[in-house]
């Protein structure tokens, strides 16, 4: 795609400079997608306003992110909380110590890893208004300097993403819109900034609403952030579609009382008698079936996300899909007919993205009840085992991979300049080596040639750090450091 880069040519004179002092010049966007097949998101976690455990999930482990490599993913998404985490425009820096702990697990099991801004109180997307962009943008700009700069040296498998569902409303969408725009240019020059790998990192943009129709509308290609390099932005929408099937848990009065619909799909897929109006696609306002929910209406949303972008030289992530499960809702034969459809949604949908050349990313909370989306297990127990095998294999087929067998993954230590190799871990086991890791303490400080984590003697990580750590703060005891394969014993007195 050919893209106005640079506005005059003191910008075009930078560009050299960025090219030759602000660190390696990452693969293109299109060649990161090559790599993202299909995703999960850490949903209800980390994107909590003020605890990332407040909504019933514990914070990630290490034995769940590399379960979701094992499941076959290749790319996970983190949503971020931030501005609750912050004071002044400060991100808290114990906050992003504990993001980083998170996006370094994810790096380390080789997943391409999506850090967003999320909707933490809605500092951002509900706020599209002129009296309010100029104090988001002045945020914007603070907590991306901060972010960006905090991962800078990070490798090309770590996406930022702008924001998460910014929320245009019916009647004033264009205008918002527009405002949007101004939220992710901020966004885009922030992190180009830093310099370091961020000159050339892939950055993820997203649609007003993450709407598809209201994106093909009034965000189109020519209208995304002006960059200082070619073909290294994606574009984002979210696929909930239709509301009344995927995520309606109540009946709502629209000049109709419109029901949730459990039933998708065609022929005994469908609902008979009185328990028609749970169908997908039965019209409340016309007072019967019209027309059902097919994998049709798929393929003509998401090929407009093909014509309109990837065709254009940008590509596509689904950054939240799915349906609830309606499990307790339903019970019996009623419930066996959800989930046949249910299965045959995501059949449907899954082939769709794989046609159309977007990543499908499945949001997932972690909930094992009624209404869930939840793949891989994180509320009970053995954290990380699969807790919908059959969806998952629907995902793993359309992207050409046989049912689930977990036969362990490889860790991958070398995510940042400086970074120590791969080791192999097959059922716990540890094979394979790293290439050789200097780690010494020299007084307050550990030094090493990659990532740096510090446990206390019961093994409870407290520390982890790039190639450096400080020991202050720290109370008087023994510690264990850990670096590649290699330990040291710290005894603080």
Excluded at 225 to 247: A, C, Q, S
Excluded at 400 to 407: A, I, K, Q, R
Aim: hydrophobic fraction near 35%; charged fraction near 20%.
């Amino acid at each position: 795609m050919k893209r106005r880069i640079l506005r005059t040519a003191a910008m075009a004179a930078s560009v050299s400079l960025v090219s030759m002092s602000w660190g390696a010049t990452l693969p293109t966007a299109t060649e990161i997608f090559n790599k993202m097949g299909f995703g999960i998101n850490i949903g209800n976690t980390m994107e909590v306003p003020g605890n990332p455990t407040g909504w019933g999930n514990k914070f990630p482990t290490e034995a769940y992110i590399d379960s979701v490599k094992a499941a076959g993913f290749s790319t996970i998404r983190i949503p971020c909380a931030w501005d609750s985490h912050a004071k002044d425009g400060v991100i808290n820096e114990s906050w992003m110590d504990s993001v980083q702990t998170v996006v370094d697990m994810c790096m380390r099991a080789g997943l391409v890893t999506v850090l967003n801004i999320h909707w933490d109180g809605g500092w951002l997307e509900g706020n599209l208004s002129d009296d309010k962009k100029d104090e988001v943008n002045a945020k914007q700009k603070a907590y991306w300097t901060q972010i960006a700069t905090r991962f800078k040296n990070y490798n090309e498998r770590l996406l930022f993403a702008s924001a998460n569902e910014p929320a245009t409303t019916d009647d004033n969408y264009k205008h918002e819109t527009e405002i949007l725009a101004t939220y992710h240019q901020t966004f885009v020059d922030a992190v180009r900034a830093t310099g370091g790998n961020n000159a050339s990192r892939t950055l993820v943009i997203q649609g007003p609403s993450t709407s598809i129709d209201r994106s093909v509308e009034v965000y189109t290609v020519d209208k995304l952030p002006k960059d200082v390099i070619e073909n290294r932005l994606m574009f984002e929408v979210h696929y909930y579609d239709p509301y009344t099937y995927t995520l309606m848990n109540e009946p709502a009065n629209w000049g109709a009382i419109v029901e949730p619909q459990y039933y998708w799909g065609t022929g005994d897929n469908l609902a008979t008698g009185d328990d028609i109006v749970h169908n997908c696609g039965y019209n409340a306002w016309g007072g019967g079936m019209g027309d059902p929910c097919t994998k049709s209406q798929m393929d003509a949303s998401l090929g407009k996300m093909k014509k309109n972008y990837v065709d254009k030289g940008v590509p596509v992530i689904i950054g939240e899909f799915g349906a609830n499960d309606r499990v307790g809702v339903l019970t019996g034969s009623n419930y066996d007919k959800h989930r046949k459809g249910r299965l045959e949604y995501y059949q449907a949908f899954m082939s769709s993205c794989k046609a159309n050349q977007v990543v499908p990313i499945a949001w997932d909370t972690g909930h094992e009840g009624e209404n869930n989306m939840t793949i891989i297990r994180r509320q009970s127990e053995p954290d990380g085992s699969i807790f919908d095998k059959d969806v998952l294999d629907i995902m793993r087929k359309a992207y050409g991979l046989g049912d689930y067998v977990n036969t362990g993954i490889t860790h991958d230590e070398n995510f940042v300049e400086g970074g120590a190799g791969t080791i192999a871990v097959r059922n716990g086991g540890v094979t394979s080596s790293f290439g050789r890791v200097n780690l010494r303490r020299e007084g307050a400080m550990l030094y090493a040639s990659g990532a740096i984590k510090l446990f206390d003697m019961n093994g409870n990580m407290l520390r982890r750090g790039i190639s450096e750590l400080s020991l202050q703060g720290l109370r008087q005891g023994v510690y264990i450091a850990k670096s590649g394969n290699r330990q040291l014993k710290v005894n603080l007195r």
